[in-house]
């Protein structure tokens, strides 16, 4: 895996003269560029790991682990299974799922960011049936029918290729594995505008004030916009041949869960 830098940690994380619009530009116009939003996705959160959790209870108002168990009860988990956690971060899912099946699960969480997959190993320590490793989501080092379930939480946004990593997803899925995705979603009417508000103008108020900085914050709506709706992101599931598709919304649909098989 060659990861080019086009050193964004200088041009943008660090600098002095933060001026939010000007920064949402440029986050939009990186978003477009398949190969670029990859490295910077990849900087981005190496940079914020350390603060990554915490942050993440802030902006979720406490609500980030709830959620999380309730879409890993989604799937009939059963002992014994192999499981894969795409764009494990700092590894919640793997653990939470882990837990819900008293460790005797096999889970495999895979992330691109070493800083991300420290914290995660660190916080998976006393769970030998957690593997993570290293590796980029569109190109996983697995055979095809590997896996009876996929999670990915937070992450599909992030890819520069979805539709290249929904298909990985289903090569290493087994026929009749559960694939299931947690994301921002799009929430209509009022509450959608208020949410809007909120991603859009406090979240990257917390970031500047909490994390130091509110480039990360900032990518969050950016990145939000760009990506399909939950109704969208059904559609092109059943295109690409999953069965079973299930949407779930959460937070008046700013939240969003799909749940889908092989
Ligand atoms: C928003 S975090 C989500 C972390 C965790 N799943 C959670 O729910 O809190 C997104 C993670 O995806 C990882 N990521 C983004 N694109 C990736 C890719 N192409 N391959 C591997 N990891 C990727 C990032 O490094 C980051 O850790």
Not at 179 to 202: E, H, P, R, T
Not at 249 to 260: C, K, L, T, V, Y
């Amino acid at each position: 895996m060659v990861f080019q830098s086009y050193n964004f940690k200088r041009a943008f994380f660090n600098s002095n003269n933060e001026n939010f619009m000007e920064k949402k530009h440029i986050i939009k116009n990186i978003l477009d560029e398949g190969d670029k939003k990859a490295v910077f996705v990849h900087e981005m959160f190496d940079n914020i790991a350390s603060d990554y959790d915490r942050m993440n209870e802030i902006i979720s108002l406490g609500g980030n682990i709830k959620l999380k168990k309730r879409i890993i009860k989604t799937v009939p988990i059963k002992k014994g299974m192999k499981i894969l956690d795409l764009c494990t971060g700092t590894g919640d899912l793997a653990i939470l799922i882990s837990e819900r099946l008293n460790k005797e699960v096999c889970i495999t969480g895979v992330d691109f960011s070493q800083k991300m997959l420290e914290i995660a190993r660190n916080k998976a320590k006393n769970y030998e049936n957690i593997d993570f490793i290293q590796a980029d989501v569109l190109e996983l080092p697995f055979e095809e029918n590997s896996f009876e379930a996929c999670f990915i939480g937070y992450g599909l946004r992030n890819l520069k290729d979805l539709r290249k990593g929904l298909l990985e997803i289903k090569r290493l899925l087994k026929p009749g594995g559960y694939f299931v995705n947690l994301d921002l979603g799009k929430a209509g009417g009022l509450s959608g505008q208020l949410i809007k508000l909120y991603m859009n103008k406090i979240v990257p108020l917390f970031g500047k004030y909490i994390h130091g900085d509110s480039l990360p914050y900032q990518y969050l709506p950016c990145s939000n916009e760009k990506f399909p709706s939950q109704t969208e992101l059904v559609k092109l599931l059943k295109e690409l041949g999953f069965n079973n598709i299930m949407n779930t919304d959460f937070m008046f649909g700013s939240i969003a869960s799909q749940r889908a098989q092989k």
